[in-house]
């Protein structure tokens, strides 16, 4: 191999493994949005705003009330009182911490499983609790959700959109380095066929470093892959809770899958259209 195509060949495993990367990015996204999005349900708080001073028993017994319904996290329901709401409501909003003017009422806070999550059950849910004596109302917001749904999207969208610009580049560099080594080397191409060598045996030194320019692009994107997992899983974060192993295995499957395409597929190609024309 000649100086000149040394250069070629590191920026075609280079290229190869930014689109990997980047794939690789966007494969991760679109298997964990499912997960990522449960995990949102599962922590939208649904707020039960209570009539003022309520004797303890009777608090309790809204409480018991909203854990047996369907579908509620039961460890989720919890009560707080209209001082704590107004000591941590000022700490997002400007409000004067005198309870003598709280704004705030005594709350339940619950929150509902993923699966059971929707419009339908939580109106169902404020249809029945709005009946008990001492409830004032429920409350619920659905933006967070479809701010995570739309900015999931969104990103996958413009990874997506990254890899396959690279992708472009990169089929067009490996088409450089193979077309740069096969005219280079189109004398010994020539004798080989003149004493009768196979096609096979003429593409068998091509495909072979594209094989290893696969392998080398393939351990990149396993380090890249590796990392941000180790770095997700044990972080302190909720993204410790979205990562799962068996996603990310099935992404580096199909890395490896995509790479082997990318690099021995273009290169298998060039080779023949360069046979086919030479014979011409």
């Known amino acids: 191999m000649s100086q000149n195509q040394k250069p070629t060949q590191f920026?075609?495993?280079l290229s190869t493994s930014i689109v990997l990367v980047l794939i690789s990015l966007f494969l991760l996204i679109f298997f964990h949005s499912g997960n990522i999005t449960n995990i949102v349900k599962e922590n939208l708080n649904i707020l039960v705003e209570l009539e003022n001073d309520l004797p303890s028993g009777e608090v309790q017994r809204l409480q018991d009330i909203i854990k047996d319904y369907n579908g509620v996290i039961p460890q989720s329901v919890e009560f707080l009182s209209k001082e704590?709401?107004?000591?941590f409501m000022s700490k997002e909003l400007v409000i004067n911490q005198d309870e003598n003017?709280?704004?705030f009422n005594d709350i339940i806070k619950f929150n509902l499983k993923?699966?059971?999550?929707s419009e339908d059950r939580i109106k169902a849910i404020k249809k029945e609790i709005e009946y008990e004596k001492g409830v004032r109302?429920?409350?619920y917001e659905n933006e967070s959700l479809d701010m995570v749904q739309s900015n999931l999207e969104k990103v996958s969208f413009g990874i997506l959109i990254l890899a396959l610009c690279f992708v472009i580049l990169a089929i067009s560099i490996i088409f450089s380095t193979v077309q740069l080594t096969l005219y280079s080397n189109v004398k010994e191409i020539r004798t080989m066929q003149l004493v009768g060598a196979e096609k096979s045996f003429v593409k068998k030194p091509y495909l072979k470093a594209a094989f290893f320019m696969g392998i080398k692009?393939?351990?990149?994107?396993?380090i890249f892959i590796a990392g941000?997992?180790?770095f997700l899983y044990y972080s302190d974060s909720i993204f410790a809770e979205i990562i799962q192993w068996y996603y990310v295995v099935l992404t580096v499957l199909i890395?490896?899958?995509?790479?082997?395409?990318?690099?021995?597929?273009?290169?298998?190609r060039m080779i023949n259209k360069f046979l086919q024309s030479d014979k011409k």
């Open 11 to 13: 920026y075609a495993t």
């Open 84 to 87: 704590y709401a107004l000591e």
């Open 101 to 103: 003017e709280n704004p």
């Open 114 to 117: 993923s699966d059971q999550y």
């Open 137 to 139: 109302g429920l409350y």
């Open 217 to 222: 692009a393939i351990i990149v994107t396993l």
């Open 228 to 230: 941000l997992w180790a």
């Open 255 to 268: 890395c490896i899958v995509l790479a082997f395409i990318i690099l021995l597929g273009t290169t298998n």
